[in-house]
């Protein structure tokens, strides 16, 4: 275990190996071998990265799965020239969304308190739905990342991307708008990059 405390696999609920997978031994993935993804690994993802708790239980991250070689070509095309490579080799693909409209979700994801969408309906509160729908969808893409690692597969989660034209060639006559996207598999040759330091916890916290 790579951690900064000799002791801290007292703490944990988890046994040691689960701790590298999720966390110490993870690493951001560049590049990937052909091992396919399957749609029951992809369902096992998306099962996973649900569970996690989001504002009202809103949920409003949406996944597109780029799997078709027409499709990764078109995306690569909105990746920055830095991301393309890797996003054409990784064996399956995530665009990551959040709903604008998340809210018209309401009786499904709180039934108990299905008026509440009332406190999100209107023209005037579209800024208010966008910011709420955007936090908590990168909330999910925290688990998202999380959940790909439980399954025993690495991501690479990017940013650098053109959102508005990956939205106009996926998800056109929606209210999805891209934030993220994410490369998934198994790592291939030379796939880390060196790891970068991490806070410490005296800079990181305050305790009151």
Avoid: C
């Avoid at 504002?55 to 780029?66: A, D, E, S």
């Avoid at 959102?163 to 880390?192: L, Q, Y």
């Amino acid at each position: 275990m790579t951690a900064t405390l000799p002791d801290l696999d007292q703490e944990l609920a988890i046994d040691a190996a689960t701790a590298d997978a999720l966390f110490f031994e993870a690493r951001t993935a560049n590049t990937f071998s052909d091992e396919p993804v399957s749609e029951e690994t992809a369902r096992a993802i998306y099962e996973l990265a649900k569970m996690g708790p989001t504002m009202m239980n809103n949920q409003p991250m949406r996944v597109t799965w780029v799997r078709s070689a027409a499709a990764r070509e078109q995306l690569a095309h909105r990746m920055a020239e830095g991301n393309r490579a890797k996003t054409l080799a990784a064996p399956l693909v995530a665009v990551l969304s959040f709903d604008a409209d998340w809210h018209e979700q309401f009786p499904v994801f709180l039934p108990h308190a299905a008026e509440r969408q009332e406190m999100f309906d209107g023209e005037e509160k579209a800024g208010m739905r966008e910011s709420v729908g955007k936090d908590n969808a990168h909330l999910q893409a925290g688990y998202f990342i999380m959940a790909v690692r439980a399954v025993g597969l690495h991501a690479g989660p990017m940013g650098g991307f053109d959102a508005a034209g990956v939205d106009e060639d996926f998800h056109a006559g929606t209210s999805r708008k891209a934030f993220m996207v994410v490369n998934i598999g198994k790592p291939g040759e030379n796939p880390w990059y060196p790891r970068l330091p991490r806070l410490d916890y005296a800079t990181a916290t305050t305790t009151l």
